[in-house]
């Protein structure tokens, strides 16, 4: 029997191997080679078994910082994308070790944990364990989560911590809001939903005019006769499609206003 140590079939392969023989001890047969090549092999021969949370990407860990492998040699031995070996990789090196065990416990999913919980660790690591504590509160979906991280991601300090702190409360907040608008839009009808699209078409071009002078501050003369030539154009567009500019009190006041026929 040779002296290595090295064996590539994980506990879990050794006790489901055990547990169907009906034995406390089994014979097996070893294989005598490098053990790199013998953990690419497990990971190319068990592509269809269903792996354990994390069992995968300890393995892919081992490969890449004890094997000294990179993502590209990685995924070029095993057939998967890079991008796939660099996102579990992340997922055992970033997330911290309480994501991992809320992971392997089926609390958050790895999707959450890469897209969500890694980002959150690099810039609040005591925010990104909070989450990780809520999630055995609150059973929420990839999506709910998502949307969650970019509402956190724009909001203020002070609002990040409510978000943290309550973080089935935003997404009650947010599902009463979208049913609100839906209700309204049902009952405003098609002529409801033009109105509303008007008024985001009026505020955006409004912003547009009083953009307009300080963009071309310090352009040359023929930018300047671009940006002019731009605004002209637009005009000439919302005529034709039915509206007409009107003065307010203002010089940078545009309203549009529809031309009944």
Known sequence: MPTASWCCGTATDRVAARDKLRRDTVQCEIWPGDPTQGLLSLLMRMSGRCWDALEEDLTLLNLHEERGLTPEAIAQHTGRSQSWVRSRL??????????????MQRRLSPWVAVRVIAPLAQTNPA????????????RLSSR?????????????????QRLVDQPRLWIEV???????????????GPEGKWRTTCRRLTSGLRGLRQQLPSLCRGLDPMCQDSCRLAWARSLSLRRKAGFRTEKGRTST???LIYQNE
Not at 127 to 138: F, M, Y
Not at 146 to 158: G, I, L, P
Not at 174 to 188: G, I, T, V
């Open 90 to 103: 992340r997922l055992v090196s970033e997330v911290p070790e309480e994501g991992r065990t809320a992971v």
């Open 127 to 138: 925010h990104a364990i909070q989450v990780i504590e809520a999630t055995a509160k609150h």
């Open 144 to 160: 709910k989560w998502r949307d969650w991280f970019e509402a956190y991601r724009s909001a203020n300090q002070v609002v990040r």
């Open 174 to 188: 947010k599902r009463e809001r979208a049913l609100a608008r839906e209700s309204r839009e049902l009952a405003e």
């Open 253 to 255: 006041n545009v309203t």
